[in-house]
């Protein structure tokens, strides 16, 4: 059985990790210039990813938008590993 206490640990401890897995400004602005300066889809998705994982409503629906676009683009990292993979048994 939790505690009051052990409940206020467990969600600092929780609010913390969040807090420590969103992207710093620093992190976001030095992706979009490398991305904007070589625009490669492995530069895109690092860039959406890390947008991915913003609290601000309007970065998220950026990543999705960024992300859906390399999706129908067939510009995903996932499908360039499958080619990959596919050249490599041949």
Same mark, same amino acid.
């Given at each position: 059985?939790?505690?009051?206490?052990?409940?206020?640990?467990?969600?600092?401890?929780?609010?913390?990790?969040?807090?420590? =897995?969103?992207? !710093?400004?620093?992190?976001?602005?030095?992706?979009?210039?490398?991305?904007?300066? !070589?625009? =490669?889809? !492995?530069?895109?998705?690092?860039?959406?990813?890390?947008?991915?994982?913003?609290?601000?409503?309007?970065?998220?629906?950026?990543?999705?938008? +960024?992300? !859906? =676009?390399?999706?129908?683009?067939?510009?995903?990292?996932?499908?360039? +590993?499958?080619?990959?993979?596919?050249?490599?048994?041949?």
């Amino acid at each position: 059985m939790h505690t009051k206490q052990s409940q206020k640990v467990a969600r600092r401890d929780l609010d913390e990790k969040l807090r420590l =897995s969103t992207p !710093d400004r620093e992190l976001l602005e030095n992706l979009a210039v490398a991305c904007a300066s !070589d625009p =490669s889809p !492995d530069k895109t998705f690092q860039y959406a990813f890390a947008l991915s994982k913003s609290r601000q409503e309007s970065e998220l629906r950026y990543a999705v938008t +960024i992300l !859906d =676009s390399l999706v129908k683009e067939g510009k995903c990292c996932h499908t360039n +590993i499958q080619e990959k993979r596919f050249r490599f048994n041949e």
